[in-house]
């Protein structure tokens, strides 16, 4: 079932409607709200061509930001295929840019040029208790009434054994454009961002924001920019 939400400048900051899939929206408007709209971040990161949004879902972040830095493409790359019909739809929307999506996890199946800047919430909790814990502490957000509730719950929430954290950034640097950058919003409680820097390695140089407002949840912006 296809939903159409109106991007206004006063909430998201775009101008344009973007049609989006009636299931889980992820964090995005979230990380959009409290540190991609902020000038003091947002000004480090340096797309001039293309975006990706990873573990995309809706897209909130990859079309955000190619509103924002006027970018002339917009990849989008999610393991579950329902969101498909969501970046389709938008392909006929007469957007200000190009849309593709790959369905697959990381680059499995990604084929397209490099891109400038990759950003993504992906699944955060790499073991089953941590998921079953969350999912029994916020019900409202993550109902398992059915199967399809259950099997979208593990998409949102699981990367087990840290498995596609591993493949992505196996894959990342050859997908990136000279200088490019990967911006990561994670969760230092369940994925510190050391790990992520010993999972990229020395190509990169490292960045790492976290507000005192969410220190506590353990929110953060990693940005890593390849050298």
């Not at 709200?33 to 797309?47: A, D, G, N, R, V």
């Not at 949004?53 to 924002?68: I, R, V």
């Not at 369905?103 to 790499?126: E, K, M, R, T």
């Not at 979208?152 to 997908?175: M, R």
């Amino acid at each position: 079932m296809i939903e159409k939400y109106c991007l206004s400048k006063g909430s998201l900051g775009c101008d344009f409607e973007i049609d989006i899939i009636a299931s889980q929206n992820g964090g995005g408007p979230f990380f959009i709200e409290h540190y991609l709209s902020k000038k003091q971040y947002i000004e480090k990161l340096t797309p001039t061509d293309s975006v990706m949004e990873m573990c995309s879902g809706p897209g909130y972040m990859g079309y955000y930001l190619a509103n924002e830095f006027n970018l002339s493409r917009a990849e989008f790359c999610d393991i579950n295929p329902l969101v498909e019909e969501s970046h389709l739809s938008n392909q006929n929307n007469n957007l200000p840019f190009d849309i593709n999506f790959t369905q697959g996890s990381a680059f499995d199946n990604y084929s397209n040029d490099p891109v400038d800047l990759i950003i993504l919430n992906p699944p955060h909790l790499v073991s089953e208790k941590d998921y079953v814990d969350i999912v029994k502490a916020v019900p409202e957000y993550f109902p398992t009434g059915t199967l399809l509730q259950r099997r979208q719950n593990k998409l949102v929430l699981l990367d087990k054994d840290f498995k596609f954290h591993l493949d992505f950034c196996g894959d990342a640097y050859e997908n990136l454009t000279a200088n490019g950058q990967i911006a990561f919003l994670e969760n230092e409680k369940y994925i510190p961002h050391s790990r992520l820097e010993k999972a990229l390695g020395d190509r990169y140089s490292y960045e790492f924001i976290q507000t005192q407002e969410h220190s506590i949840e353990g929110y953060y912006l990693l940005i890593a920019t390849k050298i």
